[in-house]
């Protein structure tokens, strides 16, 4: 795209002279036969360059100049002045005006290419310095964005991972699966564990050690909760809640749950060996139970929690009350939920359970 130039003489002779010889250098030319109509044009045409004559009447072309100065927008708009008068006494009045360049008439045309065609380089600098400001200002801007949006997301994905798992977490804040804080109803697995002669321990060792001992055991079956795709409820203490089939739905979430406690129960056969040797008599009971549960937010804002409320948890937790050490118990719809998949149960009888009205049926997980 050729540069545009507005040319500004009360002559129109002069105007057409300089115009013409622009054009033949393929210039795009815009003429002004004032000052006044020349800062209307530069508004309405956005001029590369202004020629601009000093003597004319009206507004002088050192007043047009100056005028163009105040605007911000034209700040660093090439303007070469062009005079008939001394150019000795006239160049100090132009730069002090805001002029770039100084012509005499009569113009010689090579001086006057020449120093357009310096000036237009400069200027095209000057511009391409600005677009990439305002580029880098524009990135600065989407960048500050896109951060502010990363930071909320890592915050968000931060607060799932209390519950889910880390590959969970990041699919829910991508979108890739549906909001699970939403209250919503379904049929989950529930499986409880805590940790036998605990309130002992806890009564004669010392809080270091109870720390300890938990962090050993918060850690380990907090692993395989992530490994079995689990959805972490609650813990308090050496109590834990774990559900299967929400929010991911799994196939057979019974199933996995009772293989999470398979290997729950294996990897407590370590740990209580390693307490044992320090003082520590410490072994781990498990409850399981299914059935529907209201699953979603609980809480109030700023502390809120992943729930589920139904007679399921409360099956599932009073099972595990009744768990001896290193005994998983199931309920009557897990334990049919395993026909063919290899896992060994027996009937532990009918318990009479807190909160239920009749005897329950339960189920022993028997070692392999």
């Given at each position: 795209m050729?540069?545009?130039?507005?040319?500004v003489?009360?002559?129109?002779?002069?105007?057409?002279?300089?115009?013409d010889?622009?054009?033949?250098?393929?210039?795009?030319?815009?003429?002004?036969?004032s000052?006044a109509?020349?800062?209307?044009?530069?508004?309405?045409?956005?001029?590369?360059l202004?020629?601009?004559?000093?003597?004319?009447?009206?507004?002088s072309?050192?007043?047009?100049?100056?005028?163009?100065r105040a605007?911000?927008?034209h700040?660093?708009?090439p303007v070469?002045?062009?005079?008939?008068?001394?150019?000795?006494?006239?160049?100090?009045?132009g730069l002090?005006?805001?002029?770039?360049?100084?012509?005499?008439?009569?113009?010689?045309?090579a001086?006057?290419?020449?120093?357009?065609?310096?000036?237009?380089r400069?200027?095209?600098l000057?511009?391409?310095?600005?677009?990439?400001?305002?580029?880098?200002?524009?990135?600065?801007?989407?960048?500050?964005?896109?951060v502010?949006?990363?930071?909320?997301?890592?915050?968000?994905?931060?607060?799932?991972?209390?519950?889910?798992?880390?590959?969970?977490?990041?699919?829910i804040v991508?979108?890739?699966?549906?909001?699970p804080?939403?209250?919503?109803?379904r049929?989950?697995?529930?499986?409880?564990?805590?940790?036998?002669?605990?309130?002992a321990?806890?009564?004669t060792?010392?809080?270091?050690?109870?720390?300890?001992?938990?962090?050993e055991?918060?850690?380990?079956m907090?692993?395989?909760?992530?490994?079995?795709e689990?959805?972490l409820?609650?813990?308090?203490?050496?109590?834990?809640?774990?559900?299967?089939?929400?929010?991911?739905?799994i196939?057979?979430?019974?199933?996995?749950?009772?293989r999470?406690?398979?290997?729950m129960r294996?990897?407590?056969?370590?740990l209580s060996?390693?307490?044992?040797r320090?003082?520590?008599?410490?072994?781990?009971?498990?409850?399981?139970?299914?059935?529907?549960?209201?699953?979603?937010?609980?809480?109030?804002?700023?502390?809120?929690?992943?729930?589920?409320i139904?007679t399921?948890?409360?099956?599932?937790a009073?099972?595990?009350?009744?768990?001896?050490?290193?005994?998983?118990?199931?309920?009557?719809r897990?334990?049919?939920?395993?026909?063919?998949?290899?896992?060994?149960t027996?009937?532990?009888?009918?318990?009479?359970?807190?909160g239920?009205?009749?005897?329950?049926?339960?189920?022993?997980l028997?070692?392999?």
């Open positions: 050729s540069a545009r130039i507005l040319v003489d009360d002559s129109a002779m002069n105007v057409k002279l300089l115009a010889l622009l054009t033949v250098k393929g210039y795009e030319t815009i003429r002004a036969a000052g109509e020349a800062l209307a044009s530069l508004e309405a045409e956005s001029p590369d202004v020629l601009l004559d000093v003597m004319m009447p009206g507004m072309g050192y007043e047009v100049c100056a005028a163009i605007n911000p927008a700040a660093m708009l070469v002045l062009i005079t008939a008068l001394d150019p000795a006494k006239e160049r100090a009045k002090d005006a805001g002029a770039d360049d100084f012509l005499s008439k009569p113009i010689n045309q001086e006057l290419l020449a120093r357009v065609k310096s000036l237009l400069v200027k095209t000057y511009d391409e310095v600005r677009r990439q400001k305002d580029e880098l200002e524009q990135w600065a801007r989407t960048l500050e964005r896109r502010a949006d990363g930071v909320a997301q890592l915050e968000r994905v931060g607060r799932l991972k209390r519950f889910f798992s880390p590959a969970l977490a990041e699919a991508g979108g890739g699966a549906d909001d804080m939403k209250s919503h109803r049929e989950i697995t529930v499986v409880f564990l805590d940790l036998r002669g605990f309130t321990f806890t009564e060792a010392d809080p270091e050690e109870v720390m300890g001992v938990l962090g055991y918060h850690a380990a907090g692993r395989l909760v992530l490994e079995h689990g959805t409820e609650r813990f308090s203490g050496d109590g834990m809640m774990i559900f299967f089939n929400d929010p991911m739905l196939e057979r979430p019974a199933v996995q749950a009772v999470m406690a398979v290997e294996d990897e407590m056969r370590t060996a390693g307490w044992r320090r003082g520590y008599e410490l072994q781990m009971g498990v409850g399981i139970a299914q059935g529907f549960a209201t699953i979603g937010a609980i809480g109030f804002p700023g502390r809120v929690d992943y729930g589920a139904g399921v948890t409360n099956l599932a009073r099972l595990c009350g009744e768990a001896g050490p290193g005994e998983v118990l199931l309920s009557q897990v334990n049919a939920a395993l026909e063919g998949e290899g896992l060994r027996e009937a532990a009888g009918e318990l009479a359970l807190k239920f009205a009749r005897p329950m049926p339960a189920y022993r028997l070692a392999d």
